[in-house]
């Protein structure tokens, strides 16, 4: 079956201003992104990856350029169109988690589900679930303070599954990880992609993750160097060394206020 493109980034340019002078992030940068595609995004550091992955979260403005999702300008969608969007259809794993500290593990996991006004009984076993599929089942009810900084990203990782997302957005999600927990991480990506046709962009250092990426998309100095993609039936994820079971509020887009006032 032929695969429809989902995102489209269109000449996409980025600047900051910066001390009074003008900053070039990004330069006419142009990426499409289809239905189900797993692909990560490599290059040295400063080159533009993260800001890329943010536009393409719709968290910040390009400078100029497109940002299509099914066709339609993202861009210029008004704030509150943004926020629901981003709740129902990205699932954002960024280097900074922004877990809310006075939640435990399974309430942040369950936020962007309480955001929307879903009941608790049901989102509470979900977010079980997917805790326990990052290897947390024994942190159900540790607050972030009280979890290592591996943890809290797995915790964040969990909640970007929550909602289902059709795309993941993930600055490099096994950055704190042990070999076996990464493996474990990845192993999930992939199931996911395969299970529910889950589409993730993943940007990262990890050349091992990268080797296993069927598209890998490599920027430096703000622009796209080379978009490489590999026979899909060549990768493999590693069967991991630890079996899983089967079983800041713009990441989550919406209103967590509103949800700390139903707590109390
Ligand atoms: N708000 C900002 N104002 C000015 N410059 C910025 C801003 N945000 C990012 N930059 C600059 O833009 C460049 C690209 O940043 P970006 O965070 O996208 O890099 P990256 O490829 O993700 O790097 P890394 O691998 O280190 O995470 C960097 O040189 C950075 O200093
Ligand atoms: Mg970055």
Request: with cysteine; proline share 4%; glycine share 8%.
């Amino acid at each position: 079956m032929a695969k429809s493109d989902m995102v489209v980034v269109e000449n996409v340019s980025k600047r900051f201003e910066h001390e009074g002078n003008e900053l070039t992030v990004l330069k006419n940068v142009s990426l499409t992104v289809q239905e189900r595609d797993m692909l990560c995004v490599v290059g040295p550091s400063g080159a533009g990856k993260s800001t890329l992955l943010h536009l393409m979260g719709t968290l910040d403005l390009p400078t100029s350029g497109k940002i299509k999702y099914d066709g339609e300008d993202v861009t210029r969608f008004g704030s509150a169109r943004l926020a629901a969007f981003r709740n129902e259809r990205i699932g954002f794993v960024f280097q900074f988690h922004h877990l809310l500290p006075e939640f435990t593990a399974v309430e942040n996991v369950m936020m962007p589900g309480l955001i929307r006004g879903q009941r608790r009984g049901k989102l509470k076993g979900r977010a079980e679930a997917l805790l326990e599929e990052v290897g947390l089942a024994h942190r159900f009810s540790h607050r972030p303070g009280e979890l290592s900084g591996g943890e809290q990203q797995r915790v964040a990782l969990a909640r970007a599954l929550m909602m289902e997302p059709r795309l993941v957005l993930a600055d490099e999600p096994t950055g704190n990880l042990d070999t076996a927990t990464s493996h474990a991480v990845h192993e999930l990506f992939f199931r996911l992609n395969e299970a529910r046709g889950t589409t993730f962009l993943i940007v990262t250092h990890n050349p091992e993750l990268a080797k296993l990426m069927p598209r890998v998309v490599s920027m430096r100095d703000g622009e796209i160097e080379g978009d490489v993609r590999k026979d899909v039936d060549s990768y493999r994820a590693p069967s991991s060394e630890r079996p899983m079971t089967q079983s800041k509020s713009a990441e989550i887009g919406g209103d967590v206020d509103k949800v700390r006032a139903e707590e109390e």
